[in-house]
């Protein structure tokens, strides 16, 4: 069975930052894209930062980019999303996402991130 469990979550100001991790099991880990996606209320998932099945890529949508880093290991097969400079507009759950074939597409079940003075 996979599982993706998110954490890293909660309240910051802007300007601060969080770490998003994702820790997946029952996948092989290594052979999979894995994503960031977010969700904000009233507004369409959007995809945030993916990263390749080795690491060696990674893209961002251009509202994050330079404020975000995705990042992931193998071994512990683990991703992480490095989130500075946040603004309120971050404010959204975020999802991991374990992207292989449309067969093999895998969701996590979110956590909030909320920027507010």
């Known amino acids: 069975q996979v599982q993706l469990v998110e954490s890293g979550g909660g309240m910051v100001q802007p300007g601060g930052s969080l770490r998003l991790s994702c820790a997946a099991s029952?996948?092989?880990?290594?052979?999979?894209?894995m994503n960031w996606y977010r969700q904000a209320p009233g507004k369409e998932r959007e995809l945030v930062a993916s990263?390749?099945?080795?690491?060696?890529?990674?893209n961002y949508a251009d509202s994050v980019k330079g404020r975000f880093t995705i990042s992931r290991d193998n071994t512990e097969k683990m991703v992480y999303l490095q989130m500075n400079y946040l603004k309120p507009e971050d404010t959204a759950v975020y999802y991991c996402?374990?992207?292989?074939?449309?067969?093999?597409?895998?969701w996590g079940q979110g956590t909030q991130v909320t920027v507010s003075s």
């Open positions: 996402n374990a992207y292989f074939t449309r067969r093999h597409d895998y």
């Open positions: 990263i390749s099945s080795t690491g060696i890529s990674a």
């Open positions: 029952g996948l092989s880990f290594s052979s999979f894209a």
